[in-house]
Protein backbone atom coordinates (compact mmCIF):
# COMPACT_ATOMS: atom_id res chain seq x y z
CA UNK A 1 0.00 0.00 0.00
CA UNK A 2 1.63 3.34 -1.35
CA UNK A 3 0.58 6.38 0.80
CA UNK A 4 0.64 9.79 -0.95
CA UNK A 5 1.80 12.84 0.65
CA UNK A 6 -0.99 15.60 0.49
CA UNK A 7 -0.13 19.44 1.13
CA UNK A 8 -1.77 19.48 4.05
CA UNK A 9 0.20 16.58 5.50
CA UNK A 10 3.78 18.83 4.55
CA UNK A 11 2.09 21.92 6.61
CA UNK A 12 1.27 20.29 9.44
CA UNK A 13 4.44 18.45 9.96
CA UNK A 14 6.21 21.53 8.93
CA UNK A 15 4.33 23.85 11.02
CA UNK A 16 4.67 21.35 14.31
CA UNK A 17 8.39 21.56 13.20
CA UNK A 18 8.77 25.10 13.84
CA UNK A 19 6.58 25.25 16.87
CA UNK A 20 8.98 23.01 18.49
CA UNK A 21 12.03 25.13 17.21
CA UNK A 22 10.53 28.04 18.59
CA UNK A 23 9.40 26.43 22.39
CA UNK A 24 13.18 25.18 21.96
CA UNK A 25 14.73 28.69 21.56
CA UNK A 26 11.95 30.62 23.90
CA UNK A 27 12.97 28.31 26.80
CA UNK A 28 9.36 26.79 26.86
CA UNK A 29 9.31 25.96 30.68
CA UNK A 30 8.75 29.66 32.31
CA UNK A 31 12.04 29.28 34.43
CA UNK A 32 14.14 32.59 33.83
CA UNK A 33 17.50 31.50 35.01
CA UNK A 34 18.69 30.63 31.43
CA UNK A 35 20.68 28.10 32.57
CA UNK A 36 21.26 25.53 29.83
CA UNK A 37 22.83 22.00 29.89
CA UNK A 38 26.28 21.79 29.85
CA UNK A 39 28.91 19.11 28.23
CA UNK A 40 31.41 20.77 28.57
CA UNK A 41 34.33 20.84 31.47
CA UNK A 42 32.04 23.24 33.30
CA UNK A 43 32.34 22.56 37.26
CA UNK A 44 28.08 21.82 37.42
CA UNK A 45 27.46 22.97 40.57
CA UNK A 46 29.48 26.61 40.39
CA UNK A 47 29.08 27.26 36.69
CA UNK A 48 32.44 28.30 36.64
CA UNK A 49 34.74 27.11 33.45
CA UNK A 50 37.83 27.65 35.19
CA UNK A 51 39.80 24.61 37.28
CA UNK A 52 39.78 25.03 41.31
CA UNK A 53 42.93 26.52 42.71
CA UNK A 54 43.32 28.76 39.35
CA UNK A 55 44.77 32.35 40.75
CA UNK A 56 42.08 34.55 39.43
CA UNK A 57 43.85 38.08 40.76
CA UNK A 58 45.37 39.65 43.16
CA UNK A 59 43.96 41.04 46.39
CA UNK A 60 44.95 44.82 45.51
CA UNK A 61 42.71 44.99 42.18
CA UNK A 62 39.96 44.39 44.17
CA UNK A 63 38.12 47.52 45.93
CA UNK A 64 36.97 47.60 48.63
CA UNK A 65 32.77 48.42 48.42
CA UNK A 66 33.36 46.95 44.55
CA UNK A 67 34.83 44.11 42.82
CA UNK A 68 36.38 42.90 39.76
CA UNK A 69 34.83 40.90 37.03
CA UNK A 70 36.87 37.87 35.84
CA UNK A 71 35.37 37.43 32.62
CA UNK A 72 37.08 34.40 31.18
CA UNK A 73 36.91 32.69 34.33
CA UNK A 74 33.16 33.99 34.62
CA UNK A 75 33.38 34.76 38.24
CA UNK A 76 33.01 38.06 39.89
CA UNK A 77 35.43 39.07 43.11
CA UNK A 78 33.73 41.45 45.33
CA UNK A 79 35.30 42.83 48.87
CA UNK A 80 32.21 44.56 50.57
CA UNK A 81 34.31 45.17 53.41
CA UNK A 82 38.12 45.50 53.94
CA UNK A 83 39.89 42.12 54.24
CA UNK A 84 35.78 40.29 53.17
CA UNK A 85 36.31 38.66 49.39
CA UNK A 86 33.13 37.24 48.15
CA UNK A 87 32.94 35.70 44.83
CA UNK A 88 29.44 35.14 42.61
CA UNK A 89 28.94 33.66 39.13
CA UNK A 90 29.49 36.41 36.50
CA UNK A 91 26.65 35.43 34.76
CA UNK A 92 22.80 37.18 35.28
CA UNK A 93 20.18 35.02 36.37
CA UNK A 94 17.84 36.67 33.90
CA UNK A 95 19.06 35.74 30.21
CA UNK A 96 22.60 34.52 31.12
CA UNK A 97 24.47 37.56 30.10
CA UNK A 98 28.08 38.58 31.50
CA UNK A 99 27.46 41.06 33.85
CA UNK A 100 29.40 44.37 32.79
CA UNK A 101 30.27 46.46 35.80
CA UNK A 102 30.62 46.36 39.69
CA UNK A 103 30.09 49.87 41.08
CA UNK A 104 27.79 51.59 44.47
CA UNK A 105 27.48 48.10 45.89
CA UNK A 106 26.26 46.30 43.32
CA UNK A 107 27.14 43.87 40.72
CA UNK A 108 25.68 45.39 37.40
CA UNK A 109 24.38 43.35 33.91
CA UNK A 110 23.71 46.31 31.44
CA UNK A 111 21.79 43.60 29.15
CA UNK A 112 18.23 44.35 30.89
CA UNK A 113 19.46 46.50 34.35
CA UNK A 114 19.56 43.51 36.76
CA UNK A 115 21.68 44.92 39.85
CA UNK A 116 22.96 42.30 42.56
CA UNK A 117 24.31 43.25 45.88
CA UNK A 118 28.37 42.47 45.98
CA UNK A 119 27.87 41.43 49.65
CA UNK A 120 25.88 38.38 49.30
CA UNK A 121 24.36 38.38 45.18
CA UNK A 122 21.12 38.68 46.04
CA UNK A 123 18.86 40.34 43.83
CA UNK A 124 19.04 44.93 44.21
CA UNK A 125 17.03 45.26 40.74
CA UNK A 126 15.41 43.27 38.60
CA UNK A 127 14.15 41.73 35.85
CA UNK A 128 16.04 38.92 37.71
CA UNK A 129 14.41 37.60 40.43
CA UNK A 130 17.38 34.85 41.64
CA UNK A 131 20.43 35.54 43.20
CA UNK A 132 24.11 35.19 41.51
CA UNK A 133 25.42 31.64 42.91
CA UNK A 134 28.01 32.09 45.01
CA UNK A 135 31.71 30.48 43.88
CA UNK A 136 34.16 29.41 46.00
CA UNK A 137 37.62 31.30 46.40
CA UNK A 138 40.44 31.01 48.37
CA UNK A 139 42.61 33.93 49.82
CA UNK A 140 46.35 33.04 50.32
CA UNK A 141 48.40 36.36 50.98
CA UNK A 142 47.99 38.01 48.23
CA UNK A 143 46.16 35.67 45.60
CA UNK A 144 42.60 35.57 44.98
CA UNK A 145 42.09 31.65 43.59
CA UNK A 146 39.21 29.45 43.08
CA UNK A 147 38.22 26.87 45.58
Known amino acids: MTTSTTR???LLATGATGAAALVAACG?????????PTDSA??????????????LGSTDEIPVGGGKIFKDEEVVV?????????????????????????SDGTI???CHGSKFRIAD????????????P????TVEGESVRLA
Do not use: M
Not at 42 to 55: F, I, L, M, N, V
Not at 134 to 137: F, G, N, T, V
Open 8 to 10: RTV
Open 28 to 36: GGGDDSGSA
Open 42 to 55: TDRETGTSAPAGQE
Open 78 to 102: TQPEQGQFKAFSAICTHQRCTVASV
Open 108 to 110: NCV
Open 121 to 132: GSVANGPATRPL
Open 134 to 137: AERI
